[in-house]
Structure formats: structure tokens, C-alpha cells
């Protein structure tokens, strides 16, 4: 089911109304909104059901197993073979077919005709979301971070939870599983909240992420030799906008949604494109990946002692890399994580060079003590250019990566830059409206970015009628101004 | 403890740097403003209303979203009754005026998206 | 002055401008349909990339011949080809096609006699319609699919565009086993331009990747004599 559909409203609401009724019965309104889920996952294809709940009952016994054993041995091997499982069955689903193509693709280079064994293999939707919830589960189990779970159902919700099991965000365990204890409470905050971000998310999915990419991202990239090098460089800007607007709409309305059922979702996107450095960029841009990427594969990357120089960049570079491949079975993903981490690498290390740099000169110097420690305050001229640098390099480093990103292969991406640094044309793509959308998108993040929680805050004591209006008129805004029909996010391939 | 040591290392960083405020954990939801328990029932209640305008708002103003939704149903005798319903519906809505809203905004819409340096 | 080496020469000369090959004269190719049709189209500027084969497309995503309340095909076929320059019109639709034709009040099952005797008309009202345009008319047929039912459907839908096809002036494209295994079924993959078993289909069993775009194109641009 695509969230914004008739039918899921539908839904939503059937299981909102139903889950308020069981409030004070746990257990049954679990188990409804576990059937729900499982109803939701179902309606694109009901097989894939088996490899959920299969999924979820293997990582419950993994967790179990762990657990009940004190060997340290045993432990390390339990939670080893349980990730390897999952990442295994992620591999297959989602990577094979991949592996063979480059496979052909590497013959084929050698000059080798030789046909690869492909599998007819259907991708399910939201693998690569729920198997990275499950190995986070028996990890922190392992860690004793968490106690395991005792009922399947339970983890069986957590995993397969309908408003973040197809596209994220990554909810960890150790932050859902107790909700889930508790009896649900909701506030008026709490529903105002709720429907601004279904609203917000709606938006930008529907209006703002579509027409940047029907009016400009998509001719772009389907012919970028004949377009003008202007045209190019704003559809550069518009598709990290596009990604980033379809993404974040999603997370939007997954946190919505579970709001307004009661349960609280860390934030998924926070502002990315007013980050002044790519270390922060990657803090603002899908955090729960790259919160989940930083504590299951950086840090045991790391091992337990903070380290330097080169294993940190390799480890970081490492990182990213298999981020990008996270994101999709293509070179052009790895190339993308690629340039992010050999940038983070140059970034980190030539600010740790700045400061020592900075440092030793005032030392060598008399400017005093505050100048010394590195905790002198520069002038606000000084801050706001050197802001402003980080910002203009982050933002450019972010939007030439994403060329990679969205070209379907390397000469796409080749073409692109080639046509794009030619100055040439004349601009008949960047209409006023797309240049007001991705002026308007970007302004956005320069915003405090508790806007929508405080115009929650503010609209709370609004009546029913009110906030009705309000949600359906803004509903039937984006509608009458939508596109006709319903295109699936970007992310759900993943 | 934690928490003052965090702060402690916010205010030694500069305005660009600083850490984001929006990440803090959302305890507003956890309880209302004056700190007592939330009143859950009603405020799902109120939700509910709301969400059953909304329903209503596009019954009146999205009839030609209606017709597809009937028409995308699969096709039995039931959904034969709420294709029948949904058109007659329009048609209503059409001569009333609810229903002319939609095209109005889009074409107004399509102008704005339209126009050129 | 007509001497024989001059006959010879001039001779020579109008056999070499008679057997010029298609590509040099300049082409207009005008792709109309729904998603398969766009497929078709982009694949057709990539063979044709850099050859003087104008590629036009005129399509739009789900739509079809059966819904027209979402989209009515027939009544803006007319307007669609604004580019009446187009030497070469090819037809590519019914993707979307597959679900209950409703015409009068009635719920016409895919299928159907019923169903196949309205949706022949309204083949046919489409195809009279495009007949207005100067150009060479291809239908191309649906492809394969991976879903069954979906496949029953289309291998029917064909046959209807076949007959009507011979009705009204349209050359008929078959492409319903270019895709398939060796041993005749469907598969997602096949043998690429480049000679090697690459992944021509897309993970929902309909559409065609870059690979298979060009193929696709490639069997069209033969069977249209643009190759």
C-alpha cells in the first residue's frame, strides 16, 4: 500500500480507530496492529509475508540464544552467524543479480562472451530496512544494551510495524520495544503533530519532489548533451531537493502516523542542506542509517580504543562505501558512497591539519592563552565567511555526488558533467516556478528546524472542526495541484 | 550528568556549530503541558472527528478522485453499486459547484507552472 | 554529349542515390502510448543517438484505452500528435488495459466477449483517428510479462490489435517471444545488444531496463525498416 492513497487513509484510519478502543488491552491492540502491518506489507505481494515473519522470528531466537548463555565464545558466535543470516538473506534478494551483471560486466571488459547464471529473484519491498532492525536487535542484545524480547509478537511489531517497515526510518529496538510496554499515551500535541507532518510529508512528496522531476530532473538526465550547462547546474540542486523531499516525506509521515497511534520516532532528516560541513551533513541526513551505520559497522570497525590517522579514514571511507551500496545493487551507488567518503576523509583530516596548524602558530606567537587552547572566539565576519565556505563546499560536494546517484549508468553521469561545464545553451527548462520550488526547498533549511513541533504546540487547543479544515483542505490543496495517479517513492526499491 | 557535561560543550562552540536543538528527545508527547497525564480517549476522539472531516471535505470536493477509487476496486456487484453512486454523486456535485473547485485551482495551478521569463 | 561512359556515369551515379540507406535521409519517428511506449521511445534515442532519426514521444504513464475516465486517449490522440511532421507513427498501448471496461452503466469483465468486442471498437476508433496523421503506422504488440494472468490478457489484447491493425492500415510489430528463455518462457533476462545475458526486464516483470530498451528499440527499428 502507497501512503498517499485513498486506500491507506482508509486503513489508517480503521487501525487508528481501533487501536484507541484496545488502549487499555496491550496485548490485543498489539496483535492488531500486528495483523495491520502484516495486512499493509500483504497488499503489495503476499509472499512476502513469509520472509517477514520469518525474518522476525529468527532474529527473536537469535536473541533469545544470546542471551541465555554466559560463554563469551558461544555469544560472539551466536550474534555472528545470526548477522551473517541476514545480511545473507539481504545479499541474495537484493544483490545477486547485481553481483552477476558486474560480473558480465567484468567479462565483458576482458572480452569474454560468456552468459552468467541470473535467478529469477523478486525483490521485496523494505528488505534492506527490516534485516538492518533485525541485526541491530541481536546486536544490542549482545552488548547488553537490551534485555532480549520474551514474546515473538512483540518483536514480530517491532520489525514489521507498517509505518516504517517499508522505507525507514531504521527505529532501534532498544528505543521501540519499551514504548510498546507501556500503555499508549496520546496528547493533543502529540495529534496536531501528527497531521502537520502527514501534511508537510504529503506535500513535498507529491508537489515539490514530483514537478522538480518532471519538469527538469527528468529531461536532464534522460538527454544531458543537448541541455544547457544552467539547466544542468539547477538540476543538480533540484535532484538532491527531489531525493531529499521524497525521502524525508516518507519519514514524515511514518513519524506522523505512529504519533498519532502513540509512539515516538527519533527524526529522521534534520535540515541537511544547511549543514556547513560534511560531518555534519551526514549527522542531518538520514540519521537513523547513519546512527545505524556508525554503531554496527563503524565502531566495530573501530574496535573499543578511539582511533587515528589512517585506520580512522580507512574505517570511515569503509563506511560510506557500503552505505552507497546500501542504497541500491548498482556501480553508480558505489561511486556515490565513494566520493562521500573520500571527501569526509579530505574534510576530516585537513581540519585536523587547520587546527593543528592554528594551534602551533599561536603558540609560536603571543597571542595568548584563549588563542593557545583553540577556544578563542573568532569575529562574527570571520565565522559567518568561514560557515558560509563550509557550506558552499558541502552543498557542491553533496549535489555533484547525487549526478552519480541518479544516473542510470557511468556515461550518464560523464555526459552530464561534460554538457554542464561546456557553458553552453540557452535555459528553457528552469522555469519560474522550479526555480521559486528549489529556491523555497532550500530556504527551508536554514530555518530553526523545530518549526512544525512549535506550530503543533500552538495549534493545540484548536477544536475538531478546526483541525479538520485544516487536514483536509491542505489534503485537497495538494491534491487538486498533484499529479493524477500515484508514482512510488524513490526509496521503496530499497 | 550527562546531560550538563553536553551543555557545557554546546556553549563552547561557536553559533555555526552548535548542536541541534530539534533532536532532543520528544518528551512534549509523553505528557500535556500543565504536566498531568493526558486525556487519551478524548484526544483520539477529537483526532478522529478531524480525520472524519477531512473524509468529508473530500466527499464534497474530490468526487472525480471518488470515481477512480470506485472504478480501481475490483469489479463485483458491490463495487458495480459504488461506481453507479460515486458518478451520480459527481454529477451532483457538479451542478451544485463543489466539484468545479478542483479544476479551477488547477488550472489556475498550470498557468502559474507555465509561465516563462 | 550522351555518350556511353557518360550513361555509365549517370547510371552510377542515380543507382548510388536510389540505394542510399535510410538513415541518411532525415527520419521522424513519433512514439505513442503509455509507459511500455515511453520504453520504446528511450530506447529509440539511444540507438538512434548521433544517426538523423528524429525520436518524438507522446506518451503518458497508466494510461490506456479502457479508462477513460482517467485519461480518454481518444479524444486527445488528435491533439496529441501536434507534430504532424512525423514520417513514422508507432503505437505502443494496453499495458493498462487489463482491468473492467464500465460503458453505459454496465461492467464489462476483462476478457469477456463483451469486453473484447467494445475494446476492438475502441482499437479501432483509435487507430481511425491516428489514420489522420501522413505518416507509416506501426502498432507494436505488448510484450511477455512475467504475471500469468497478465499474460493471458495481453496474448488475447494482441490478437485484437492484430485484427484491427489489418483493418485499418496499421503494420503489425510482433514482439511477444523476443524476450523470452531459449526454452520459451519468460524470463527478465536476455541477450543484449551486446551479445550477453544481461537484465532486459525490470523487478516488476513488465518494463525494460537500459539494456532491454535498447533491444526493444532495435527489434521495433528492424521491423520498421530503420535498421
Given at each position: 500500500m502507497l501512503f498517499p492513497t485513498p486506500q491507506f487513509a482508509l486503513f489508517f484510519f480503521a487501525v487508528f480507530a481501533g487501536a484507541w478502543l484496545l488502549r487499555t488491552k496491550t496485548e490485543p491492540r498489539k496483535l492488531l496492529l500486528l495483523a495491520a502491518s502484516y495486512f499493509f506489507y500483504g497488499f503489495w505481494d503476499w509472499r512476502f509475508m513469509a520472509l517477514l515473519a520469518g525474518s522476525s522470528l529468527f532474529n527473536w531466537g537469535a536473541g533469545l540464544a544470546v542471551a541465555s548463555s554466559n560463554n563469551e565464545t558461544t555469544r560472539y558466535r551466536l550474534v555472528v552467524f545470526s548477522t551473517i543470516v541476514n545480511l545473507g538473506v539481504l545479499g541474495v534478494f537484493k544483490y545477486y543479480n547485481f553481483f552477476i551483471d558486474s560480473m558480465t560486466d567484468l567479462t565483458l571488459a576482458l572480452g569474454i562472451q560468456r552468459d552468467m547464471p541470473f535467478l529469477e529473484i523478486v525483490l521485496p519491498i523494505g528488505i534492506s530496512f527490516f534485516t538492518f532492525q533485525g541485526i541491530s536487535y541481536v546486536v544490542d542484545v549482545y552488548r547488553r544494551q537490551m534485555k532480549p524480547v520474551v514474546s515473538p509478537i512483540d518483536l514480530a511489531l517491532y520489525i514489521s510495524f507498517f509505518p516504517q517497515l517499508v522505507a525507514g526510518p531504521i527505529v532501534r529496538a532498544s528505543y521501540f520495544l519499551p514504548q510498546l510496554a507501556k500503555a499508549p499515551v496520546l496528547t493533543r500535541a502529540a495529534v496536531t503533530f501528527g497531521f502537520l507532518l502527514i501534511l508537510n510529508g504529503i506535500l513535498k512528496k507529491t508537489v515539490i519532489a514530483h514537478y522538480l522531476a518532471v519538469d527538469l530532473i527528468d529531461p536532464l538526465f534522460a538527454n544531458p548533451s543537448q541541455a544547457s550547462s544552467l539547466d544542468l547546474l539547477f538540476g543538480q540542486y533540484a535532484y538532491v531537493i527531489q531525493v531529499y523531499c521524497d525521502f524525508s516525506a516518507y519519514s514524515d509521515i511514518a513519524i506522523g502516523a505512529a504519533a498519532l497511534l502513540g509512539y515516538r520516532f527519533r527524526k529522521n532528516f534534520d535540515r541537511p542542506f544547511g549543514a556547513t560541513s560534511l560531518t555534519q551533513l551526514w549527522q542531518r541526513w538520514h540519521i537513523s542509517l547513519s546512527t545505524w551505520l556508525r554503531d554496527y559497522l563503524y565502531r566495530p570497525l573501530r574496535g573499543d580504543k578511539r582511533d587515528a590517522g589512517w585506520r580512522m579514514y580507512r574505517n570511515m571511507f569503509l563506511t560510506m562505501l557500503l552505505g552507497g551500496l546500501w542504497h541500491g545493487a548498482n556501480w553508480t551507488y558505489v561511486i556515490w558512497g565513494a566520493i562521500l567518503g573520500m571527501t569526509l576523509v579530505i574534510e576530516r583530516s585537513v581540519k585536523l591539519r587547520w587546527h593543528d596548524w592554528q594551534t602551533s602558530r599561536a603558540r609560536l606567537s603571543s597571542l595568548g592563552a584563549a588563542a593557545v587552547s583553540g577556544t578563542a572566539t573568532p569575529t562574527p565576519a570571520a565565522a559567518f565567511f568561514a560557515a558560509f565556505a563550509g557550506w558552499f563546499i558541502t552543498f557542491h560536494v553533496f549535489t555533484l555526488a547525487a549526478v552519480f546517484f541518479r544516473s542510470p549508468e557511468l556515461a550518464t553521469a560523464?555526459?552530464?558533467?561534460?554538457?554542464?561545464?561546456?557553458?553552453?545553451?540557452?535555459?528553457?527548462?528552469?522555469?519560474?516556478?522550479?526555480?521559486?520550488?528549489?529556491?523555497?526547498?532550500?530556504?527551508?533549511?536554514?530555518?530553526?528546524?523545530?518549526?512544525?513541533?512549535?506550530?503543533?504546540?500552538?495549534?493545540?487547543?484548536?477544536?475538531?472542526l478546526a483541525l479538520g479544515l485544516m487536514l483536509g483542505g491542505g489534503l485537497l490543496l495538494i491534491e487538486f495541484i498533484g499529479p493524477e495517479g500515484v508514482s512510488p517513492f524513490i526509496y521503496f526499491q530499497f | 550528568m550527562a546531560n550538563e557535561s553536553v551543555a557545557f560543550e554546546d556553549s563552547k562552540r561557536g553559533f555555526w556549530d552548535r548542536r541541534s536543538r530539534s533532536l532532543e528527545p520528544a518528551r512534549r508527547f509523553a505528557r500535556s503541558a500543565e504536566g498531568k497525564a493526558p486525556d487519551s480517549a478524548s484526544n483520539a476522539r477529537t483526532a478522529a472527528a478531524a480525520m472524519l472531516i477531512a473524509f468529508a471535505l473530500f466527499a464534497l470536493f474530490n468526487t472525480q478522485g471518488i470515481r477512480h477509487f470506485a472504478r480501481d476496486l475490483p469489479g463485483n456487484a458491490f463495487t458495480d453499486l459504488l461506481v453507479d453512486a460515486a458518478d451520480k454523486w459527481h454529477g451532483m456535485m457538479e451542478r451544485a459547484g463543489p466539484a468545479q473547485v478542483g479544476p479551477a485551482v488547477r488550472e489556475q495551478f498550470e498557468r502559474l507552472r507555465g509561465l516563462n521569463w | 554529349m550522351f555518350s556511353p561512359r557518360f550513361a555509365f556515369f549517370a547510371f552510377l551515379t542515380l543507382a548510388l542515390a536510389l540505394s542510399t540507406p535510410v538513415e541518411a535521409r532525415p527520419v521522424s519517428v513519433a512514439v505513442v502510448g503509455d509507459s511500455l511506449a515511453n520504453?520504446?521511445?528511450?530506447?529509440?534515442?539511444?540507438?538512434?543517438?548521433?544517426?538523423?532519426?528524429?525520436?518524438?514521444?507522446?506518451?503518458?504513464?497508466?494510461?490506456?484505452?479502457?479508462?477513460?475516465?482517467?485519461?480518454?486517449?481518444?479524444?486527445?490522440?488528435?491533439?496529441?500528435?501536434?507534430?504532424?511532421?512525423?514520417?513514422?507513427?508507432?503505437v505502443v498501448i494496453g499495458g493498462n488495459d487489463h482491468q473492467a471496461i464500465r460503458v453505459n452503466g454496465r461492467r464489462l469483465d476483462p476478457l469477456s466477449n463483451a469486453w473484447r468486442a467494445e475494446y476492438a471498437r475502441r482499437v479501432a476508433h483509435f487507430m481511425k483517428t491516428v489514420k489522420h496523421s501522413r505518416a507509416k503506422l506501426y502498432w507494436v504488440g505488448l510484450p511477455d510479462v512475467r504475471s500469468p494472468?497478465?499474460?493471458?490478457?495481453?496474448?488475447?489484447?494482441?490478437?485484437?490489435?492484430?485484427?484491427?491493425?489489418?483493418?485499418?492500415?496499421?503494420?503489425?510489430?510482433?514482439?511477444?517471444?523476443?524476450?523470452?528463455?531459449?526454452?520459451?518462457?519468460?524470463?527478465?533476462?536476455g541477450k543484449s545488444l551486446e551479445g550477453v545475458k544481461r537484465r532486459i526486464r525490470k523487478e516488476d516483470g513488465m518494463h525494460f531496463t537500459e539494456p532491454g530498451r535498447k533491444l526493444f528499440a532495435a527489434y521495433v527499428a528492424r521491423a520498421i525498416g530503420l535498421r
Open positions: 560523464t555526459s552530464y558533467f561534460h554538457a554542464m561545464f561546456a557553458f553552453q545553451g540557452s535555459s528553457n527548462l528552469l522555469t519560474p516556478f522550479i526555480l521559486a520550488l528549489i529556491v523555497g526547498a532550500l530556504a527551508v533549511h536554514f530555518r530553526p528546524g523545530n518549526g512544525i513541533e512549535r506550530m503543533a504546540e500552538r495549534i493545540r487547543d484548536w477544536p475538531a | - | 520504453d520504446l521511445g528511450n530506447g529509440m534515442e539511444d540507438i538512434f543517438a548521433g544517426k538523423p532519426v528524429r525520436v518524438i514521444k507522446q506518451t503518458k504513464f497508466a494510461t490506456g484505452l479502457v479508462r477513460t475516465d482517467y485519461f480518454n486517449w481518444n479524444a486527445t490522440v488528435r491533439n496529441a500528435l501536434q507534430h504532424g511532421d512525423a514520417n513514422i507513427l508507432v494472468k497478465l499474460a493471458r490478457g495481453y496474448r488475447a489484447m494482441n490478437q485484437i490489435f492484430k485484427r484491427e491493425a489489418a483493418k485499418h492500415g496499421f503494420a503489425y510489430v510482433d514482439i511477444w517471444n523476443k524476450f523470452h528463455a531459449p526454452d520459451g518462457a519468460y524470463s527478465s533476462f
